[in-house]
Every structure is written in structure tokens, then in C-alpha cells.
């Protein structure tokens, strides 16, 4: 898909969903969701994953196991990744999921991130068969267009701007919070960039994060991209770590789109001073 098409249609489309219907998804979309997967790039190919997808009856006696904001959304299903454990498995189930949900969002689905509170207790619930931890837990099927989802208020910190999406309800980072010029801290003037970047961090200005909050950065320099993670107390480190899959997918499902060379993120820190501040740290960089 041309990339403009990918961002303007799906990405910035992409809006997470607390009321669904209780209809069921026909199961032929429901295999395009696990042909995509089949064939979806990872962010750590060494880490073996797997998918399951549960109704709503079978995911029931999860419980407070998962959920969003201390409840389990009700939504006719429910995606489930299985990882095995290894260095970065959260953010790559959380670079797989983003690819997932903007499938089911060019399917014509919603979708709505749900913190695992206890994986273990996932896992039993749904009588799992598999050596694998549950990383991630994604409720989706129609939006329940005549109900409004409920608005949460959460303080954010006085220096974030966040800018209003059109047509959508929840506002995203403005691009002059999170990017940087070559170092943490200095202002960038993102018009200035080539438009093929410009929308890839347009893209992950627009990612889903727990609760909205998007505790991270971007550097641009001349030669790549890197991800400055934030400390956010209302953030836990597995959400945390999703976050960053998250944002890294979108960064690179418009830029890959466009571009000859191949679009990889490293988690290998860059040899040069990102003057990142107590509160923030390095985390995966990608050349541009």
C-alpha cells in the first residue's frame, strides 16, 4: 500500500475502542487477522510468538487479570500473544500487536489494549497449550457507534502539548514535544524535514499508549532515529514496554512503505551523546 494511503487512511485512522457491539466478527476476517500475522514482520525475529483469538464466553473468566483502567473491556473478542521470554519480547509483542490492530482497522474492526495484570492467570483462564507467556492481550470487534466512550482525565506533565486529531477523541503528543534536533532537549523544526519522515514520526506522534500519556521522545539526527524512553508513574514496565513496540511499529510501517532500503530498529545504543536528562533513556534507534 502507497504510503500516504497507509497513514492518512489507516494510521491516523486507528483510535482505540471501550464500547464494541456484542455482534461476532465472521470468521473469514477473523482468518485475514491470522494470515496477516502469518506474514507480518517482527521486531525481534529470534523471539518465537503465537496468536490465539478467544470469544467473548471463553475469555470471560479472565477477570481482573486484564483489563483497561481496573476492568476487562467487553468486546465480542479477543486477540491473545503468546511470547517466549527473551531480551525485548514485550516490545516486540507490542510492534506485533500495532501491526494487528491496524489490520483490523483497514478490516473495518476496532481494537482496545488491555494491561495484563497477571499473566500467569491469563494463560489459565483461557486453558492455554502453550510454553509461552501471554504479552499482550487486545479486545476488538465493531464499534458500538451510538455509545460514546467514556472520557478519562489523567494529569499530564506541564511540559507536554498534545494537539487535537481531527474526527478523533483523543488527542496525541504534538510533534514540538516529542521530537528533538540531534540531542535531548534542543527544538526541531519538523516542517523543515523530508515528507516521507515527516509522516513516519507523524505516525508515532499518533500511537497508542496506556492511558494516552506516550512517555517518550524522538531524536532526529542526520542518519537516524532514537527512541527516548520517559520514567511515568502511572506507567508499569510491561506496559512501558508495549508502548515503545508500539510507537516503533508506527514509525515504521509508513517509512518502510516508501523506502528502497530496509526500515530495522536496533536496540544497540548509537555511538554519539543523546544528552538524555535522569528521566529518560535510550531505547532502540533506527536508520533513516
Not at 483497561?68 to 516486540?92: D, R
Not at 517518550?216 to 520514567?231: A, K, P, T, W
Not at 530495522?264 to 536528562?277: M, N
Request: proline letters at 3%.
Amino acid at each position: 500500500m502507497e504510503y500516504i494511503a497507509y497513514y492518512e487512511e489507516i494510521v491516523s485512522r486507528r483510535e482505540s475502542c471501550r464500547n464494541f457491539k456484542k455482534e461476532k466478527v465472521d470468521s473469514s476476517v477473523l482468518e485475514e487477522i491470522k494470515a496477516y500475522y502469518q506474514e507480518e514482520d517482527a521486531l525481534a525475529e529470534d523471539i518465537d510468538t503465537e496468536i490465539e483469538i478467544y470469544d467473548r464466553e471463553a475469555f470471560a473468566a479472565v477477570g481482573k487479570a486484564a483489563g483497561y483502567n481496573g476492568f476487562l473491556i467487553e468486546a465480542p473478542h479477543y486477540l491473545v500473544i503468546f511470547s517466549a521470554e527473551g531480551a525485548h519480547a514485550l516490545e516486540n509483542a507490542g510492534f506485533l500487536g500495532q501491526g494487528i490492530t491496524l489490520k483490523m482497522t483497514q478490516l473495518g474492526l476496532a481494537a482496545c489494549w488491555q494491561t495484563i495484570n497477571d499473566a500467569e492467570a491469563v494463560k489459565a483462564a483461557v486453558h492455554a497449550e502453550t510454553d509461552k507467556f501471554a504479552a499482550a492481550v487486545i479486545a476488538f470487534g465493531y464499534r458500538d457507534k451510538d455509545k460514546k466512550d467514556a472520557r478519562i482525565d489523567i494529569k499530564t506533565p506541564s511540559d507536554v502539548k498534545f494537539t487535537k486529531i481531527a474526527t478523533k477523541a483523543a488527542p496525541k503528543i504534538d510533534l514540538s514535544t516529542l521530537l528533538f534536533d540531534k540531542a535531548y532537549g534542543r527544538p526541531l523544526q519538523a516542517d523543515a524535514l523530508p515528507t516521507d519522515l515527516l509522516d513516519a514520526l507523524r505516525a508515532a506522534a499518533h500511537a497508542q499508549s496506556f492511558y494516552n500519556r506516550q512517555p517518550y521522545r524522538m531524536i532526529v539526527d542526520d542518519d537516524m532515529v532514537s527512541l527516548i524512553g520517559l520514567d511515568d508513574e502511572l506507567t508499569c514496565e510491561t506496559d512501558e514496554k508495549l508502548n515503545y513496540g508500539i510507537v516503533m511499529f508506527n514509525f515504521y510501517a509508513v517509512l518502510q512503505a516508501v523506502r528502497n532500503h530496509p526500515c530495522t530498529w536496533s536496540f544497540a545504543a548509537p555511538d554519539r551523546d543523546l544528552a538524555c536528562p535522569a528521566n529518560a533513556k535510550f531505547i532502540a534507534c533506527c536508520r533513516i
